[in-house]
Nanobody, 116 residues
Framework: QVQLVESGGGLVQPGGSLRLSCAAS????????MSWYRQAPGKERELVAT????????NYADSVKGRFTISRDNAKNTVYLQMNSLKPEDTAVYFC?????????WGQGTQVTVSS
């Protein structure tokens, strides 16, 4: 079955950096676009970034453009989110996502806290 396992979250000061990873299994990773979402307390889950399967075209939420970079390693079945210049408003649980056959699959999430 599809499994997505996120890692790399933690506590970081404003202006700092973190790199999230999502290890995928149970499907042909190289065939699917992958996305990162986040959900802050009391807010709806929002799309952060997406990377397509073959051309690796990327798209970002306006709030993270120029600061976050999504990438993938199809040999390792892993998608990454490099987060730089972090702000307190980036604090959230970050989720890895794949959509297959009109169904969304999610990881368990990894907490990112930006605070001094």
């Amino acid at each position: 079955q599809v499994q997505l396992v996120e890692s790399g979250g933690g506590l970081v000061q404003p202006g700092g950096s973190l790199r999230l990873s999502c290890a995928a299994s149970g499907f042909t990773f190289s065939n699917y676009a992958m996305s990162w979402y986040r959900q802050a307390p009391g807010k709806e889950r929002e799309l952060v970034a997406t990377i397509t399967s073959v051309r690796r075209t990327t798209n970002y939420a306006d709030s993270v453009k120029g600061r976050f970079t999504i990438s993938r390693d199809n040999a390792k079945n892993t998608v990454y989110l490099q987060m730089n210049s972090l702000k307190p408003e980036d604090t959230a649980v970050y989720f890895c996502n794949v959509r297959r056959y009109d169904r969304n699959y999610w990881g368990q999430g990894t907490q990112v806290t930006v605070s001094s």
